[in-house]
């Protein structure tokens, strides 16, 4: 496992998709700087700042996340270095969980540049406003929300693996989640006890359930089996590829 | 040693749906040699490969390498076996050195210098910035040759690992592979479209057709066997025939064409066969002393499908 994550680290020193998914990632925060600094004339509520950050980077950090992970699967398969990985030999479990652990290494570098360039910038524009339980509040949701849309979104790898060589059907699916993630928020009081079973729905429903809430145990339950299965299906489906 | 079967597959089938692409393939293949399979395009030869290697499950029946039975993905087995299947694979965006470091990282179990080694054993330069995309197809195959060798493999299965080599390279090519088999006691499997190639090369050959294996035979025997004769091309082949068989007793031949005899029997020699026909007025075009090549006897036994 270890060899195989190394190796995954190194194939990601040169890997141009991640450089640029990081760089579309990290560069919300700053530009948002930019944008209250130069453009906006009228100045700008720290919170209602903070929202936009927080709503942009889960849109962004998604479709990163996802075209990341099409990418690396697809181009194993395209460029068929598949074939000498299991033939090296890499047990194909093995080499599943490399893929999911690199992806995740990637996902959590880019949240906390972000997070941390998202503090940064909170403190230029609203320095006085901003208190080191706001700074724990932001921290705290950034993470939870962007761990919980990490593990939600786990199923692409296995529709990546499916799809071998194709991109566009796992780019759709990952914007289709995406679209769910977002709508998730928009979602009635009166649909939450249907909403909270779909796990993309249910990653921002469970951002603004109190934290005794039960519908905040469904969200986690539905996001934790979405992974669960999401992992367990790449596996299957690996294994019993013919490659 | 030369007696020692290092790989054997016995029954080996591999269906998809109805379709049954290979089928009860049982190989045998001797420690020491290059075994050779000769197929057209689609008759097989990269599926079974690919089921030595783990690449594609088995339908039925069963593999054995170095005495045991593959059951699955077994790092021992495995990391013993070098390989090239279809094209040689690697990251288009890395330099050869890196990718071969990627895959002896993954191998995980390989000497300090095998990356430079293998690439100096091919030819091809250590730690230079050219990526794999800007790579020729000559550089490609050895660069594919460098990765298979890189952990001093027993078993080296290749898969038509000549394609795209000029003349120049699949001489060196062969040259190496036979430097390997006979001076380093490596086994190597290899698969080629060239024919000639494979003759050169191989000490025994498997004939692959239509996902059968139809013959398996050393080149010794193949050798031995081959038909000798001479062949002759006249401008009248009734009149010679009734000259072979009354004047000359020779009853051991056959007509090939309009124009062309084949003569099996041995006792007859060129000048009284050419004294014969000239002297009784027949045109002799050509009279020449032939004998059955590798590529005949595939013919033969594929049903007259030639080879590609």
Not at chain 1, 18 to 24: E, H, K, L, T
Not at chain 1, 57 to 65: A, D, G, H, K, R
Not at chain 1, 99 to 110: A, C, E, G, H
Not at chain 1, 181 to 187: F, H, L, R
């Amino acid at each position: 496992m270890n060899n195989a994550f190394q190796t995954e680290i190194l194939k990601l020193k040169k890997n141009k998709m991640a450089f640029i998914g990081f760089v579309f990632t990290i560069c919300i925060p700053v530009l948002l700087v930019l944008k209250a600094v130069f453009l906006d004339k009228i100045k700008i509520d720290y919170h209602e700042w903070i929202q936009t950050v927080f709503m942009l980077v889960n849109l962004v950090l998604p479709i990163m996340s996802g075209f990341f992970i099409t990418q690396s699967m697809q181009k194993e398969y395209g460029e068929k270095t598949i074939i000498n990985i299991i033939t090296a030999p890499v047990n194909r479990k093995v080499f599943v969980f490399s893929k999911i652990t690199v992806w995740f290494f990637w996902y959590v570098v880019v949240m906390i540049v972000t997070e941390c360039l998202t503090i940064l910038g909170s403190l230029i524009l609203f320095h006085s406003q901003v208190t080191s339980s706001a700074i724990c509040f932001t921290i705290q949701l950034f993470t939870k929300i962007g761990l919980l849309s990490y593990i939600a979104f786990l199923p692409v790898i296995w529709i990546a693996i499916r799809q071998r060589t194709l991109f566009y059907p796992t780019m759709l699916s990952v914007l289709f989640f995406v679209l769910l993630q977002c709508a998730g928020s928009q979602v009635s009081e009166e649909l939450l006890p249907v909403a909270c079973f779909v796990p993309w729905l249910a990653i921002q429903i469970s951002a603004m359930l109190p934290a005794n809430s039960q519908y905040l145990y469904i969200c986690i339950a539905s996001i934790l089996c979405s992974g669960l299965l999401g992992i367990i299906l790449a596996i299957f489906e690996f294994r019993t590829q013919d490659l | 040693m030369e007696n020692q079967i290092i790989l054997a597959t016995k029954q080996l089938t591999k269906k998809y749906g109805d379709v049954r692409a290979v089928e009860q393939i049982n190989l045998n293949v001797k420690k020491g040699r290059i075994y050779g399979l000769l197929g057209r395009n689609g008759a097989g030869k990269t599926t079974i490969m690919k089921m030595v290697l783990g690449l594609i499950s088995i339908s039925e029946g069963e593999i054995e390498i170095f005495g045991e039975r593959l059951k699955g993905n077994e790092k021992s087995i495995y990391t013993r076996i070098g390989s090239i299947i279809e094209t040689p694979s690697f990251y288009s965006y890395l330099t050869g050195t890196e990718n071969l470091e990627i895959f002896s990282r993954l191998r995980g179990t390989i000497k300090k210098n095998a990356v430079k080694s293998a690439l100096e054993v091919v030819g091809l330069p250590y730690k230079d910035k050219k990526p794999f995309v800007s790579y020729s197809l000559g550089m490609k195959q050895r660069l594919g040759i460098a990765n298979a060798i890189m952990n001093d493999p027993e078993i080296l299965i290749l898969d038509e690992p000549t394609n795209g080599l000029d003349p120049v390279g699949i001489v060196e090519i062969r040259r190496f592979l036979q430097t390997l088999c006979h001076e380093q006691g490596k086994t190597i499997i290899i698969s080629s479209h060239i024919l000639s190639e494979i003759a050169l090369l191989a000490d025994d050959i498997g004939i692959i057709h239509d996902g059968h294996l139809l013959k398996e035979f050393s080149m010794n025997e193949l050798e031995e066997k081959n038909k000798r004769f001479i062949e002759i091309k006249v401008n009248s082949v009734t009149k010679a025939t009734q000259l072979l068989e009354n004047m000359m007793k020779c009853k051991n031949y056959t007509v090939t064409d309009k124009n062309c005899i084949e003569i099996y029997d041995e006792n007859l020699n060129t000048e009284e066969i050419a004294d014969c026909l000239v002297s009784h007025g027949i045109g002799l075009s050509s009279l020449v002393f032939k004998h059955e090549t590798l590529e005949d006897y595939f013919t033969s036994l594929t049903g007259g499908a030639k080879f590609e």
